[in-house]
């Protein structure tokens, strides 16, 4: 995420090589979704430039490769799992192994997915998404909780509540309108560790309207000594990190406790000499 195509000039320097963009990015916020390591599984050497360019507090929530969670289904996946996981040694325990299943996986597949959890390197933090609305049924809730839990994993919500509120109105909206997973909101953690992800929408104004319940929740969990990581999305993330950044200070009034995110350096405007 942080090479999203609309921060440069605004976020991070105008002309910073892509290669140094992460540190600008780390300036905003302090984690990162991981989102092209489900294409394909980054170069050892590129995730220990990650890890350089950011300091020991600072997550990376990993998503794990679509031949494993699409494709293969958790069958047949030793070889492509080992060659991801030595990629992302680097990192240590700032890792998060994040599993987005597909909407057609669902609670008679739940077995495929607790064997593979199970098998994962101790200490390894794990966390799941799903999109089937069978797991949101009372039985299917009950299922997948007692997987994950003898796993020690997390469930990742994935809040669209407000976005599918009313009809798109943009391009941007459009396109998510078509891609994203409608499913009630969920917001029962299972571990010390919580991951959020919540989207909203092209207003600003609905955006933060729509995530009123999240910092209620979040301030209670960090209240009970847990370490949660919340990801804010919009249909087309161009202000993804000042609204992180809002998110941050919302929780942090009711929590006054909570540490502030780092202070960004100034980005320069792009000059011809």
Same mark, same amino acid.
């Given at each position: 995420?942080?090479?999203?195509? =609309?921060?440069?000039?605004?976020?991070?320097?105008? $002309?910073?090589?892509?290669?140094?963009?992460?540190?600008?990015?780390?300036?905003?916020?302090? =984690?990162?979704?991981?989102?092209?390591?489900?294409?394909? &599984?980054?170069?050892?050497?590129?995730?220990?430039? %990650?890890?350089?360019?950011?300091?020991?507090? *600072?997550?990376?929530?990993?998503?794990?490769?679509?031949?494993?969670?699409?494709?293969?289904? *958790?069958?047949?996946?030793?070889?492509?799992?080992?060659?991801?996981?030595?990629?992302?040694?680097?990192?240590?325990?700032? =890792?998060?192994?994040?599993?987005?299943?597909?909407?057609?996986?669902?609670?008679?597949?739940?077995?495929?997915?607790?064997?593979?959890?199970?098998?994962?390197?101790?200490?390894?933090?794990?966390?799941?998404?799903?999109?089937?609305?069978?797991?949101? &049924?009372?039985?299917?809730?009950?299922?997948?909780?007692?997987?994950?839990?003898?796993?020690?994993?997390?469930?990742?919500?994935?809040?669209?509540?407000?976005?599918?509120?009313?009809?798109?109105?943009?391009?941007?909206?459009?396109?998510?309108?078509?891609?994203?997973?409608?499913?009630?909101?969920?917001?029962?953690?299972?571990?010390?560790?919580?991951?959020?992800?919540?989207?909203?929408?092209? $207003?600003?104004?609905?955006?933060?309207?729509? %995530?009123?319940?999240?910092?209620?929740?979040?301030?209670?969990?960090?209240?009970?000594?847990?370490?949660? &990581?919340?990801?804010?999305? &919009?249909?087309?993330?161009?202000?993804?990190?000042?609204?992180?950044?809002?998110?941050?200070?919302?929780?942090?009034?009711?929590?006054?406790?909570?540490?502030?995110?780092?202070?960004?350096?100034?980005?320069?405007? =792009?000059?011809?000499?």
């Amino acid at each position: 995420m942080w090479n999203h195509k =609309a921060w440069p000039g605004r976020f991070l320097p105008p $002309s910073l090589p892509a290669k140094e963009r992460l540190r600008a990015y780390a300036g905003w916020c302090n =984690a990162v979704e991981g989102n092209t390591t489900f294409y394909a &599984t980054p170069a050892r050497d590129t995730v220990a430039s %990650w890890a350089e360019q950011t300091d020991a507090g *600072f997550r990376f929530v990993v998503k794990v490769p679509k031949v494993v969670t699409h494709e293969r289904r *958790f069958t047949g996946v030793e070889r492509e799992m080992r060659a991801f996981l030595d990629a992302l040694e680097p990192l240590g325990e700032r =890792a998060v192994l994040w599993t987005q299943l597909p909407g057609s996986f669902g609670p008679p597949d739940v077995d495929a997915l607790g064997r593979f959890l199970r098998r994962l390197p101790g200490g390894l933090r794990r966390a799941v998404e799903v999109r089937h609305p069978g797991f949101f &049924t009372d039985a299917g809730s009950a299922l997948l909780e007692g997987t994950l839990g003898a796993a020690d994993a997390e469930w990742v919500p994935f809040d669209t509540t407000v976005f599918f509120g009313r009809p798109p109105g943009s391009a941007a909206e459009q396109d998510a309108w078509g891609k994203k997973p409608r499913l009630p909101r969920r917001t029962r953690a299972l571990t010390d560790r919580p991951v959020v992800r919540y989207l909203g929408r092209d $207003s600003v104004e609905e955006t933060v309207e729509g %995530w009123r319940p999240w910092t209620g929740v979040v301030a209670g969990w960090l209240r009970e000594g847990r370490s949660p &990581t919340v990801f804010l999305h &919009t249909p087309d993330n161009d202000e993804a990190p000042a609204l992180a950044r809002r998110f941050h200070d919302d929780v942090r009034a009711l929590v006054p406790r909570l540490d502030a995110l780092p202070e960004p350096e100034p980005v320069e405007p =792009a000059t011809l000499f």
